[in-house]
């Protein structure tokens, strides 16, 4: 793994922009291609194939926490475990989601799963993809992300209702959108009738207790760029339960169990020792170096970094009265001496599919964090 310094492409925003890549840069460079990781066909040969582990592993922890009824350690409201159970015993199939994984002298070990709403797909399966084409025609990516997600809506389409796929995401949030209108776009290629509505118009048919868009239009079918977290803790959270239409959610909520760090001392717990797994806890015991991490928590927020008995690097947030969970500390590599790169690994319909790299100046990765394209090379 090696990091090349390169000059951008000249007028590369208004190139981006013309691929739908509207948030590139907000008060700090979102999109960076001042520089590009370079991984070798063995490395990257190694990245899939933890990938692919790692996804299996998590199944088989879902599974287990389910059938021990371990939902407190998840902070899980228990008037919807029926909800997260059905969806688990039904097989509700999970469209994407991806693994934050450290690469350091050959190791390769997973920090956090982005399990119910992961961002950064756009720029990892279109925006990098292009600048490739722009530099190098002969070079190949580790990315497939777009053929697999055409795939996995084509395959998918056998079990929806019989009704438009509605895709939704909070208004406010041009990041969530791109990525929303992406995934529907990979819908409506695979051939399915689909339809936007943000989360904040989503209504509420009383008479026929079923959710309803702005046309008044049942919701039956819906991918939400929108946490399980926050829907089971909005005001209308009862009506999930309400619902005469079952509606079909993507991602399903057994994704609960998956998308809450709890996940990671349960992993710890039944794969110990596991090459791609950091020991994990829901108390720091004795390690000399960890990572507090709040269970629920998004974009680095409220992490602290903790090596023999000092703090040495902390993020602020609103984070942490769910509980927080401890992981051994595993430094990401450093380039230059302040360039710290966190692999995101893409798992879609099952089957990993390709990375795209948050940057970084500090050991936290946080929103303030770089996409940096990659390439394999030798």
């Given at each position: 793994?090696k990091?090349?310094?390169?000059t951008p492409?000249?007028n590369w925003?208004?190139?981006?922009e013309k691929?739908?890549?509207?948030?590139?840069t907000?008060?700090?460079p979102y999109?960076?291609?001042?520089?590009y990781?370079v991984?070798?066909?063995?490395?990257i040969?190694?990245i899939?194939k933890a990938?692919?582990l790692l996804w299996?592993?998590?199944?088989?922890?879902?599974?287990?926490?389910i059938?021990?009824?371990?939902?407190?350690l998840?902070?899980?409201?228990?008037?919807?475990?029926?909800l997260?159970?059905?969806?688990?015993?039904?097989?509700h199939?999970?469209?994407?989601a991806?693994?934050?994984?450290a690469?350091?002298?050959?190791?390769?070990?997973?920090l956090e799963f982005?399990?119910?709403?992961?961002t950064?797909?756009?720029?990892?399966?279109?925006?990098?993809?292009f600048?490739?084409k722009?530099?190098?025609e002969?070079?190949?990516q580790?990315?497939s992300?777009?053929?697999k997600l055409?795939?996995?809506?084509?395959y998918l389409?056998?079990?929806l209702?019989p009704?438009?796929?509605h895709?939704s995401?909070v208004?406010?949030?041009?990041?969530?959108?791109?990525?929303t209108?992406?995934?529907r776009?990979?819908?409506?290629?695979?051939g399915?009738k689909?339809k936007?509505?943000f989360?904040?118009?989503i209504g509420?048919?009383k008479e026929?207790?079923?959710f309803a868009?702005?046309?008044n239009?049942?919701?039956?079918n819906?991918?939400?760029?929108?946490?399980?977290e926050w829907l089971?803790t909005?005001?209308f959270?009862?009506?999930?339960l309400a619902?005469k239409n079952?509606?079909f959610?993507?991602?399903p909520?057994?994704k609960?169990?998956?998308s809450?760090?709890?996940?990671?001392?349960?992993l710890w717990?039944l794969?110990?020792d596991?090459?791609n797994l950091?020991?994990?806890?829901?108390?720091?015991?004795?390690?000399?170096e960890?990572?507090?991490?709040?269970i629920?928590?998004r974009?680095?927020?409220n992490?602290?970094?903790m090596l023999?008995?000092?703090t040495?690097?902390s993020s602020?947030g609103?984070?942490?009265k769910?509980g927080f969970?401890y992981?051994?500390?595993?430094?990401?590599?450093?380039?230059n001496?302040?360039?710290?790169?966190?692999?995101?690994s893409?798992v879609?319909a099952q089957?990993a599919?390709g990375?795209?790299?948050?940057e970084?100046?500090?050991?936290?990765?946080?929103n303030?964090?770089?996409?940096i394209?990659?390439l394999?090379?030798?």
């Amino acid at each position: 793994m090696k990091r090349i310094e390169i000059t951008p492409r000249q007028n590369w925003q208004h190139g981006v922009e013309k691929l739908g890549f509207g948030f590139h840069t907000t008060n700090v460079p979102y999109w960076d291609e001042s520089a590009y990781y370079v991984f070798t066909e063995h490395e990257i040969f190694s990245i899939e194939k933890a990938t692919q582990l790692l996804w299996k592993l998590c199944l088989a922890a879902v599974e287990n926490v389910i059938e021990k009824k371990r939902y407190p350690l998840f902070a899980i409201p228990e008037k919807f475990i029926p909800l997260i159970e059905k969806s688990w015993n039904e097989d509700h199939p999970s469209i994407y989601a991806r693994f934050d994984l450290a690469f350091n002298n050959g190791k390769i070990k997973m920090l956090e799963f982005n399990a119910d709403t992961p961002t950064s797909l756009f720029e990892a399966s279109i925006v990098q993809w292009f600048w490739l084409k722009d530099l190098d025609e002969t070079k190949d990516q580790f990315n497939s992300i777009h053929e697999k997600l055409i795939g996995c809506w084509k395959y998918l389409g056998a079990y929806l209702y019989p009704h438009p796929l509605h895709f939704s995401c909070v208004k406010q949030s041009l990041e969530d959108l791109t990525n929303t209108e992406y995934l529907r776009d990979c819908a409506i290629q695979a051939g399915l009738k689909t339809k936007l509505v943000f989360i904040d118009d989503i209504g509420w048919n009383k008479e026929q207790q079923v959710f309803a868009d702005l046309e008044n239009l049942p919701v039956k079918n819906i991918f939400k760029l929108y946490p399980w977290e926050w829907l089971i803790t909005d005001e209308f959270s009862e009506n999930l339960l309400a619902d005469k239409n079952r509606t079909f959610w993507i991602e399903p909520a057994w994704k609960m169990i998956l998308s809450n760090k709890a996940i990671l001392p349960v992993l710890w717990e039944l794969f110990p020792d596991h090459p791609n797994l950091l020991p994990a806890y829901f108390e720091a015991h004795d390690m000399p170096e960890y990572v507090r991490k709040p269970i629920l928590s998004r974009e680095g927020a409220n992490v602290s970094i903790m090596l023999h008995g000092k703090t040495v690097e902390s993020s602020a947030g609103e984070y942490g009265k769910e509980g927080f969970i401890y992981q051994e500390y595993f430094p990401l590599p450093a380039f230059n001496g302040h360039h710290f790169p966190l692999i995101g690994s893409w798992v879609i319909a099952q089957e990993a599919a390709g990375i795209g790299i948050r940057e970084s100046n500090q050991l936290i990765t946080d929103n303030s964090s770089r996409f940096i394209p990659h390439l394999i090379g030798h």
